[in-house]
């Protein structure tokens, strides 16, 4: 522990579980030369408003250390005076644990404990039972609180990373280095088997409003892009996410391990849906075995309970000094307080589309910013009036709408007065869409907008005519480029 004294000067105090609060007042006063029994330990707090609360703990109080917050101070407090114990320098070093840049500050072995940690706790708690109430009978939320709390939590996660990189309107360096800490955390969560966050980070991390940033991506070192490109890897769909499921099996002989959770519910879900619970009037017992050995998997990997003395640190709590031991407690303390204060339900974080507008905040679309936007929307409009854009998502319709396009946006530069022009239609004949030419007659004088109306009639002999329409852009296009 470190224990202060009015004016903010302070000792480390080495303490055991069983230690006491008397047992802290004779080592200080021993330290310092005082009285014993002149003086108490006060536990001195600070909310997120700035508000102080001051509390005087009784000698008898043990377990010491699960007692220390981040935000709050052990003070040695002389009973015969009235004094100021929190000077205001402070106060403000513990109000600048809830700024929004206390995430680059954390140490990201200590994050990826606290989330490794929780994580567990939490995937421990659902019970076999709660799996069936939540395929049998979905409706009944109550059936499945654990359940539905370990769910939440995994959204929770994925939307704090959005969150935390897109705070940073400011600094494209800022939310690059948001980026590279994030990648660290994923990296430390696959070597302790918690395959759940890591899955809500790299969710989050290609979520929309963060892999838009391009900006603040190429600040990224090439070395965490590679890193990044492996944890993505993972979640590659192909062959029921095989290479997910893989690294799962090798995992699953060294546990304990959390699963990525969504996937493991789809598993269950298709085995449940996929298979009658009765067949002909009978109870189907081979799908209840085959659901009981799969809950009995599961449950291997959380019946052995992580190490926290060991667990993402390189060396062992024997090897530490008073000092090292300290200064990790206080790592462990800051990564738990800030993630209660984030995915506990401290904070509230943006929804979806808060969090869009924070990410246009960070770097504008370029298509809206571009200086000649003006010019490119009367191109736009003459080329959206002249095609009908196919609802099929098909390479070949895109083509020929792009075509268009470059054909609608050239003409008015180059003053081309007749245009044959093709037009998308779309025919649902074979389920295919076919494509016509119509010839347009434009006596539109140079530099006309495309976007006034252009009465045009049908070529004879070439109404509903099949033809192949990348080859007539191509006959329009090549003698104006």
Known sequence: LRVFRPGDSSKLVAVSRKSSVQDVIIFMTTHYNLSAPEYSICLVSVDGNGVVKQTMLPESLTNLHSRVRVNARFYLKCNQKMEVLLSDDGKHEVMAKYARGFFFSLEASAVARELTVTNHDLYGR???LEYINFLWNPEVHDEYINLQCFTDRFNAEVAWVVDEVCAHTDSSKKRADAIKKFIKIARLCFQANNFNTLFAIVSGLAATPVSRLKQSWERLPSKYTEYYAQLESLMDPSRNMAKYRHALEKASANPPLIPFFPLLMKDLSFL??????????????DKLRTFAKRLKDMRNGYRIQYNENTLLWRK?????GVKSSWQRAEMVREAR???????????DIPDRDQQMKQSYACEPSARLSAPNESRVRSYSAGAKSNCAILRSQSTLGFAVCL???LISAVVPLLGVQALTQCVCTESRTQ?????RVQNLQSNQRL?????????AAPAPGMSGTPVTPWKARVALLAPLL
């Open 126 to 128: 659902i019970t076999p």
């Open 403 to 405: 075509a268009d396009g």
């Open 447 to 455: 530099g006309a907008s495309l976007s006034e109306p252009v009465d």
């Open 316 to 320: 062992g709590p024997t090897n530490l």
């Open 431 to 435: 389920g295919q869409p076919a494509m």
């Open 272 to 285: 449940h849906e996929g298979n009658d619970s009765k067949s002909e009037g009978l109870v189907n017992f």
């Open 337 to 347: 307080f800030y993630l209660e204060h984030t995915i506990g339900g401290g904070a």
